[in-house]
């Protein structure tokens, strides 16, 4: 086989956040990473029992994808999304189907576009933000979730199901690692414990809308009918039955 076949093709994703959360050290600060098209050997993967039971699959598929020499656990929650969405098109093609109540959807993930934000909020490398809570006025900062912090969450959430298998913090467990600090202390404690006594529920509620608006993504919302006739957004499922077709949710 001559060496020209034995090259496999690669596109450059570019990520939703433009590279501004990363230091100008990391490779991620490009703003896009180089990824390279599924083959056979990397669905051997998506069928792994061992990853499927641990919940690593799609995290075991993109860090064999992904060609660029950088750091995986950096990866931001929203640049991590459209690496996946590059990894489906790369491998099976931009039309996706799903199930939502019955119907079909389709979808053609090609024309999916990354989310606009507000760039004057950033600076190249720092990954910390305020936010004044409405009600109780107390002043956060908090960062965006990298993998890195998502692997963090999933084993400190495995360990307390160990102590309590009735337990399921996940909300709080999240918003520990997302708040960096509480009216100026950076003090761990501090953060968990108005975490756990202090936070008031409608100021939780609009800390989490304004992050999600806020961290630059993947607009994953698109438009479907409702049976009363109306319109309704739904956001695209995306898990390990995204890689295959005809997937129900």
Known sequence: MSESKLKFPTEMVELPSNGIVYPKENPLSSGKVEM?????????????????????????????????????????VGDKNALLIAARILGYGSDYEFTYRNEKIKVDLSELENKE?????????????????????????????????????????????????????ELSTRLKHMIVSVDGSDDKKDVRDFVDNYFLAQDSRAFRNHVRDFQPDVNLKIPVETVEGGEEDITIPIGLTFFWPDADV
């Open 117 to 169: 934000f507000d760039k004057s909020q950033f600076e190249q490398g720092k990954n910390e933000f305020p936010f004044t809570c409405p009600k109780s006025e107390t002043v956060l900062t908090f960062k965006l979730l990298n993998h890195g912090d998502e692997t963090k969450i999933d084993n400190e959430l495995k360990g307390l199901k160990k102590i309590n298998k009735n337990s399921s913090p």
């Open 36 to 76: 390279k098209y599924m083959t056979a050997k990397e669905e051997d993967i998506l069928t792994n029992q061992s990853y499927i039971q641990k919940g690593t699959v799609l995290d075991e598929l993109l860090e064999k994808l992904i060609v660029s020499k950088c750091n995986y656990k950096d990866l931001v």
